[in-house]
């Protein structure tokens, strides 16, 4: 029996990567037509965001600058293991509670509009091309869901061992260094 969860397991990941790899094909030929524009002066990807605890102990939210595709520089932001995998959607106009990330997530849309809104009601709204690194896991929390179109997108989470406390952030270092 054991063998046979094994092999199902293995069916289902292999599914999923093939329809996830499908569904990137459009993506990536306007990647590639981003990639053309990156020599005019635009940036590729589009935003990175990190949404993280503040010193004051609420969500906050700030855009990472990149470096652009044509400096040709390897460039890691965040490089560890992933305990979890997640691709899935929500459907249109979707808004969940105030809530904080259980665990660091690397939370990528790929279709439609990722909303997050923040106690000082900022919204942010993320689409295809954009990043965000949430790794609020103590504070205020945010709300996020999906705006009227809909998302669909990837989420990456790394263990919850990665959380850290209010006022700092895994890119601060990163940040301070640069």
Not at 95 to 122: C, E, K, S, Y
Request: include cysteine.
């Amino acid at each position: 029996m054991e063998k046979n969860n094994n092999t199902r397991r293995h069916f289902l990941s292999t599914a999923v990567a093939g329809a996830a790899s499908a569904m990137m094909l459009p993506a990536m030929k306007v990647q590639a037509d981003t990639l053309s524009a990156v020599t005019t002066g635009e940036k590729w990807p589009n935003r990175f965001f990190n949404l993280f605890t503040n010193e004051d102990g609420l969500a906050d939210m700030r855009e990472i600058p990149l470096n652009s595709a044509t400096k040709r520089v390897s460039h890691y932001l965040i490089r560890h293991d992933a305990a979890r995998v997640t691709i899935g959607g929500m459907e249109p106009n979707l808004l969940m509670d105030w809530h904080v990330a259980n665990q660091p997530n690397l939370i990528i849309p790929m279709f439609g509009t990722l909303v997050v809104v923040l106690r000082d009601r900022r919204r942010f709204e993320l689409v295809q091309g954009d990043i965000l690194f949430a790794e609020d896991c103590t504070g205020s929390g945010h709300k996020s869901g999906a705006g009227p179109e809909g998302q669909f997108g990837i989420s990456v989470q790394l263990d919850k061992s990665f959380c850290p406390v209010a006022g700092d952030s895994y890119l601060s270092s990163l940040l301070r260094d640069q």
